[in-house]
């Protein structure tokens, strides 16, 4: 079993910064993809970004590319997201995940976070 706790998550006021950490406990997810994802209310989840194992390769959605950053330290086995130049619009519950055989956008994801709530103030 695998749990991953989210944090960082907190109201901050557009244009803003947060960095958002993902810990892992019981077995290791140093060896697989892990990705984020958010949902707003009222709107279906949807990718943020994504990390393979060694973090040589990473995927950002368009809305995200050049704002955020995916990384992670495998000696902690923790995942980040660097938040910057944030937007009302980034309001969201923000969760995540480790990959299976396939990861990025459409990959397929086994264990989930509970979420931390970003919340972008105008």
């Known amino acids: 079993q695998v749990q991953l706790v989210e944090s960082g998550g907190g109201l901050v006021q557009a244009g803003g910064s947060l960095r958002l950490s993902c810990a892992a406990s019981?077995?290791?997810?140093?060896?697989?993809?892990m990705g984020w994802f958010r949902q707003a209310p009222g709107k279906e989840r949807e990718p943020v970004a994504a990390?393979?194992?060694?973090?040589?390769?990473?995927y950002y959605a368009d809305s995200m590319e050049g704002r955020f950053t995916i990384s992670r330290d495998n000696a902690k086995n923790t995942l980040y997201l660097q938040m910057n130049s944030l937007k009302p619009e980034d309001t969201a519950l923000y969760y995540c995940?480790?990959?299976?055989?396939?990861?990025?956008?459409?990959?397929?994801?086994?264990?989930w976070g509970q979420g931390t709530q970003v919340t972008v103030s105008s």
């Open positions: 990390i393979s194992w060694s973090g040589g390769s990473t």
């Open positions: 019981g077995r290791t997810v140093s060896r697989y993809a």
């Open positions: 995940a480790r990959a299976t055989t396939s990861w990025g956008p459409s990959g397929e994801y086994d264990y």
